[in-house]
């Protein structure tokens, strides 16, 4: 790839991405690492809630550097409604843990210094030229409206996107949670059961209706929080009932958060012409999990190569790409999961079930090595079916929950 360093304003560049999250940015340095010229737009100043995790692979795929992993996760302890504990060791491997501030901005950073140009402000609408150029309207800080003129568009602009709304046929169709968290200063290992290299998951009706609670550290700061898709459900009553839960409560809190969370992939993430959709955007967050992170930047790889396939070409449907390798690697997990949080989570009875089969070590290693390289195993046959027939018995109650 050749290397650009025209950061500057231009009169029309090749694309303009707007969001500057994981997978705008990743977008952003993909294409300006390609020789086009590229204007990032993002909002100023806003961290989103997420509890920071990332799996090897994506540490590797992207060329993370050790600074930005705050803290390497070797276990999650899953919690039942009962109060039941279930550590899951992470064998032969660990789950990295990155600061959304420190991380996004860095991604940012390095986009800008492949040569995409950065540009501070939040988009407002989607415009064309008379000879159909998109013209993309934005404000910056101090409220005044400037625009960007593209050749192709990404969005990246988060869950409920508002790209996707103006520009995507049923782009505003997004089914999503909404997800709340606090950062708090990390107590000392030990104190009140407080594990630095643990991650901590809490399935209780009371904690959330329909997803889970956590409590992830992250170094120095650690995230507790929850999410769920009931509007009339309290996030903030929830996580406060974890704190106290969990001897928090008096933990200095650092800051709090809150965003949607998409549910499933968009059946559409282009409008056949010049934009294209990524990351939370176009709905890459994986169900059960609320894994985003590492799909969100293979979302702006795609997206990336794409556009850039779109521009040598001239063809409007080489946009499609992106959709078609990310389903075509990622749809069947993506079922899987939608399925097991659809059934799974619906009462604290079924959530005792699902506790109870994490304490199944089959069911343990294939979870870890399914997420640390992001694909399914198929190397241990015998496993998949012990785990089906396991499975089957959890469902139809032939095993009651320890």
């Known amino acids: 790839m050749t290397q650009s360093h025209n950061t500057g304003p231009q009169d029309i560049y090749d694309v303009v991405v707007i969001g500057g999250g994981p997978s705008g940015a990743t977008a952003a340095d993909d294409l300006a ?15 989103k809630p997420c509890g920071g995790a990332v799996p090897p692979r994506l540490i590797r795929d992207f060329s993370i550097p050790d600074h930005l992993i ?13 109060g039941r504990e279930v550590d899951m060791p992470v064998e032969g491997s660990y789950v990295g843990m990155v600061d959304r501030a420190d991380f996004d901005e860095w991604l940012r950073e390095r986009a800008s210094l492949s040569g995409a140009h950065r540009v501070t402000g939040t988009y407002e609408r989607f ?35 508002k ?15 909404f997800a709340y968290h606090e950062i708090i200063k990390s107590p000392p290992e030990g104190e009140a059961g407080f594990g630095a290299a643990r991650c901590d998951v809490y399935y209780r009706g009371t904690l959330s209706p329909d997803f889970y609670a956590w409590i992830f550290p992250h170094g120095d700061t650690t995230s507790v929080g929850t999410g769920s898709a009931n509007k009339g459900f309290s996030l903030k009553g ?24 998409p549910l499933k992939p968009l059946k559409k993430w282009d409008n056949g012409r010049d934009v294209l959709l990524a990351g939370d955007a176009a709905g890459v967050v994986a169900p059960a999990s609320g894994e985003g992170i590492y799909y969100a930047m293979l979302g702006g790889r795609l997206a990336a190569d794409a556009v850039h396939e779109c521009l040598l070409t001239g063809d409007a449907r080489a946009l499609q790409s992106a959709r078609k390798r990310f389903m075509k690697d990622h749809g069947r997990v993506f079922f899987i999961l939608g399925i097991m949080q659809r059934f799974w989570y619906r009462t604290d009875g079924l959530r005792e079930r699902f506790v109870s089969m994490c304490a199944d070590k089959d069911v343990q290693r294939l979870t870890w090595q399914s997420y640390t390289e992001k694909k399914l195993v198929r190397a241990d046959p015998l496993a998949h079916i012990k785990i089906f027939f396991k499975d089957l018995a959890h469902l139809l109650g032939l095993v009651k929950p320890a």
């Open 163 to 177: 790209v996707a709304r103006d520009t995507i046929r049923d782009g505003d169709r997004m089914p999503y949670v």
């Open 70 to 82: 705050v803290a390497r996760v070797n276990c999650a302890r899953i919690v039942s409604p009962s």
């Open 33 to 47: 690492r390609a020789g086009r010229s590229v204007a990032l737009l993002d909002r100023a100043g806003r961290i």
């Open 238 to 261: 929830s996580v406060a009932e974890l704190r106290r839960d969990t001897g928090l409560a008096a933990a200095e809190t650092i800051r709090k958060e809150g965003a949607p969370i």
């Open 127 to 161: 415009e064309r030229e008379g000879d159909g150029t998109p013209r993309i309207i934005y404000k910056t800080n101090d409220g005044v409206e400037q625009s960007i003129h593209a050749r192709l568009v990404i969005g990246a602009d988060g869950a409920l996107s």
